[in-house]
């Protein structure tokens, strides 16, 4: 097993550990405190601060992992979510909206500081020339890691039913902490650290190519969650009539399926990456909540339209995911990567955000159909953003790398 590949095992583990625990803490905050009464829009309210800080983190975090090096952002993220799971394992009489709104911005920055550093690590540990393998290993990260967000999502259900609230996060506390101890041990001391010791100022991007990317992703991850992060598992427990068990048990398949066509999506893609299967598989996703939505308003069977429509809606996602991971991670600099993959994961948590907020508002207010037809308007802005990318795209350097690399 060579150096790299140990590294890369590293980094994955501490990557799916996270995980888990971040998918069980949002499917837990969100169905437990939708049992004590609150509103959806109350509940989205509590993941305010968990996507503003995530989008703060992701410029600062990679400022911070160029100058200090990847593996001590990976582990402040780790010991960052330890200490917001110790918050939210407070009495119940303290869990008041303030101080939930606080750990979960802890948990924000903890979730962008070990996204970016994952994500950065893979580029330093595949040579620029072997583009068909970085694709491969980035699909892989990032689909597994989708995956053990679903059964995260289960797990959050199951806990919650079995041990309580205070319960769960104290057990996904001391696991994430064995977690943490291993990871101060096994990671190299300058992973991604930079050489030039660049900036503050250098945190924005000066790449074309990055800045459209970007943009491209702030609508796709708005366009999901926008449905995703509230008003679908409300509206599964409150017009279906599903047991929180079930709630977490449905949105686990559905993000361990996604997941798994995330780290087979080179395969379908057959290797191609840049803007033409961008452009392609972006329009082929946006006719898919539009679909479900018309489906609804005919008063079809709502089990069917909106259980089928989210297995396809799931593939589509996952494989404009893939690209577009592998393309942000493809176009950073090889020196100081985590600038560039802070920036654009920026545009991500900025997505998020914007989407989580939609989905407690327009839920709230108009329903699930309405938050459908604004998931099909971000994913078509997206598609036309993506019109912007550069046929080609250089390597770090300079080197004009081909659209479609060998697999």
Same mark, same amino acid.
């Given at each position: ?43 989205? !309210? ?5 996507? $503003?800080? +995530? &989008?703060?983190?992701? /410029?600062? =975090?990679?400022? @911070?992992? *160029? ?73 892989? !990260? ?5 995956? $053990?967000? +679903? &059964?995260?999502?289960? /797990?959050? =259900?199951?806990? @919650?039913? *079995? ?83 079930? &709630? ?160």
């Amino acid at each position: 097993m060579t150096p790299a590949i140990r590294q890369y095992l590293v980094i994955t583990g501490n990557y799916w550990a996270f995980t888990l625990t971040d998918g069980a803490l949002r499917m837990l905050v969100v169905l437990h405190f939708h049992a004590l009464g609150y509103s959806p829009l109350q509940i989205a !309210l509590l993941f305010v601060f968990y996507e $503003l800080f +995530g &989008v703060v983190t992701n /410029l600062v =975090g990679g400022y @911070l992992g *160029a100058r200090m090096g990847l593996n001590r952002t990976m582990n402040i993220g780790l010991l960052l979510q330890i200490l917001a799971l110790g918050m939210l394992a407070a009495p119940a009489a303290m869990l008041t909206v303030p101080w939930v709104m606080a750990a979960q911005a802890l948990s924000g920055i903890a979730k962008d500081l070990n996204k970016m550093s994952a994500k950065s690590g893979i580029k330093l540990l595949v040579p620029d020339t072997d583009q068909g393998k970085l694709y491969t290993w980035v699909a892989i !990260l990032t689909g597994s890691k989708n995956t $053990l967000k +679903g &059964v995260g999502f289960f /797990l959050g =259900g199951v806990l @919650l039913m *079995a041990v309580g609230f205070s319960g769960a996060v104290v057990a996904m506390a001391v696991a994430l902490g064995l977690v943490w101890l291993a990871s101060l041990f096994l990671l190299k001391q300058e992973l991604g650290k930079s050489k030039a010791k660049p900036k503050f100022r250098e945190i924005l991007s000066k790449s074309r190519a990055i800045n459209v990317l970007s943009a491209a992703r702030m609508f796709l991850f708005g366009a999901r969650d926008v449905w995703f992060v509230v008003a679908l598992p409300v509206y599964l427990h409150t017009v279906f009539g599903w047991d929180f068990w079930k &709630v977490g048990a449905f949105m686990a398949s559905w993000i361990i399926g996604y997941g798994f066509i995330q780290t087979i999506a080179p395969r379908i893609t057959g290797g191609q990456e840049g803007r033409q299967p961008v452009v392609f598989w972006a329009s082929a996703l946006a006719l898919t909540p539009a679909a479900i939505a018309l489906g609804l308003m005919a008063e079809w069977s709502p089990q069917i339209v909106l259980v089928g429509g989210l297995l396809l809606f799931g593939g589509l996602f996952a494989i404009n995911s893939s690209l577009h991971s592998y393309l942000i991670v493809s176009y950073a600099r090889g020196d100081g990567v985590s600038l560039d993959v802070g920036f654009y994961y920026m545009s991500n948590a900025m997505g998020r955000l914007l989407g989580t907020l939609l989905s407690g508002w327009v839920f709230q207010a108009w329903g699930l159909i309405a938050c459908l037809w604004i998931s099909f308007i971000f994913i078509a802005i997206a598609a036309f953003v993506s019109l912007g990318l550069p046929r080609h795209h250089e390597s770090p350097q300079g080197s004009t790398q081909p659209e479609s690399p060998a697999n």
